[in-house]
């Protein structure tokens, strides 16, 4: 099992930038994939980007060119950095992690992009 703790949202004006943790309980070397969901009000829960070992990131067109995945084995942590913040982009964003065929996925973080 892996507990999934997300850190970074907030507020923040379109055009600007915020960076997004989710920190794992346990090594992450052996966790095939993770990913940054995120959920607006209203709306369908929607892929972000996710990361397998090995692979290259894959990402939502709607996210392409403005944000980066990024996995620090050595720290359990995966990154979402976020630029050029679009107030369409305020949702509440998910980690979640794919170990051994079960899927795991954190509280979540408030991500708030003002006009």
């Known amino acids: 099992q892996v507990q999934l703790t997300e850190s970074g949202g907030g507020l923040v004006q379109a055009g600007g930038s915020l960076r997004l943790s989710c920190a794992a309980s346990r090594s992450i070397v052996s966790i095939n994939s993770m990913g940054w969901y995120r959920q607006a009000p209203g709306k369908q829960r929607e892929l972000v980007a996710f990361?397998?070992?090995?692979?290259?990131?894959t990402y939502a067109d709607s996210v392409k060119g403005r944000f980066t995945i990024s996995r620090d084995n050595a720290k359990n942590t995966v990154y979402l950095q976020m630029n050029s913040l679009k107030p369409e982009d305020t949702a509440v964003y998910c980690c979640?992690?794919?170990?051994?065929?079960?899927?795991?996925w954190g509280q979540g973080t408030q991500v708030t992009v003002s006009s």
């Open positions: 979640n992690a794919v170990l051994l065929g079960s899927i795991y």
């Open positions: 990361i397998i070992s090995g692979n290259k990131p």
